[in-house]
């Protein structure tokens, strides 16, 4: 296996509970499903950023790096569609 170097990626603090889910079931998923080594950043105490280094081949650390966006994706479409559910039925 051609393990690359450490990948870091950002991301704002308050998707950390998106990214990680309850009790760290999404971040443990994106782990077994990409193959690569997954770490976040402890948090700060306050408001910033938080970093999750990601470490595997190229491959792993791809994939690892669509999950985390699509759980970003997912979590801001749930949020328009309740925006429009609510305007819609508010209109009625």
């Known amino acids: 296996m051609n393990i690359i170097p450490l990948h870091d990626w950002c ?3 308050q998707l950390a509970g998106v ?5 760290g ?3 443990r998923q994106i782990r077994i499903d990409s193959g690569a080594e997954v770490e976040l950043s402890d948090p700060t105490g306050g408001p ?6 990601i470490a595997g081949t190229a491959s792993q650390i791809q ?9 970003q994706v ?12 609510c305007r819609y039925y508010s209109c009625l």
């Open 48 to 53: 910033g950023d938080r970093i999750i280094t």
């Open 25 to 27: 079931q999404n971040i």
């Open 63 to 71: 994939n690892a790096q669509f999950m985390l966006q699509m759980r």
């Open 11 to 13: 991301f704002c603090f």
């Open 74 to 85: 997912q979590h801001f479409h749930a949020i328009l569609v309740r925006i429009y559910v």
């Open 19 to 23: 990214i990680i889910g309850k009790g």
